[in-house]
């Protein structure tokens, strides 16, 4: 379990820079998405090939923080009935989860995003807007995407193995994001 453990550890360390690192493609994104308006407001000029920088950088930046995201433990879940067990049904669930429902789409999505990357690749695929960019790039971007959210399943999955056999520590412990309804109304309430 120790190699899978180092595995682990590895894939988590390259999601948690590429995580933290594509938060400032947000940052281009807005700052080229200012410049096209300012531009296009001053000079009365625009480009699509702006515009689609813009939907390029925001993508990146989703797909490539989805992996991140993923190792955060902070994807969008409903909790209602999941926080009501105990911790060891948790695991369970989530490496139920991660096997039958996020690796299989994971691996769906890739076989079909390696031909539809190659191919957009080979062909030279350009955008039919006047002035837009190379497309490939943008399929590109969900591969990789995808593959680096493959990767950090594997990684999850290794980790709730190792957690439910009791080789490695829980470093979470799960706390319900909601207070129950009577704590959450008030004193005024309860009377």
Known sequence: ????LGFSRLIDTITENIGKAVG???LVAVLVSA?????RKIFNMSSNAWLEAQWYLFGAAFMFAAAYTLS??????????????????QHWIDLFGHVFFLMPFVLLMLYYLVPYVRMSYVSGEVSSSAGGLIIWPAKAILLIGFVLLALQGVSEIIKKIAIMTGNMDDPTSYVPTHAPLDEAAGPEVRS
């Open 24 to 26: 400032w493609l947000i």
């Open 35 to 39: 410049g096209n308006a300012v531009i």
């Open 1 to 4: 379990m120790k190699p899978l």
């Open 72 to 89: 955060q433990n902070e994807h969008i879940r409903i909790d209602v009935v999941y926080g009501s067990f105990s911790r060891r049904v």
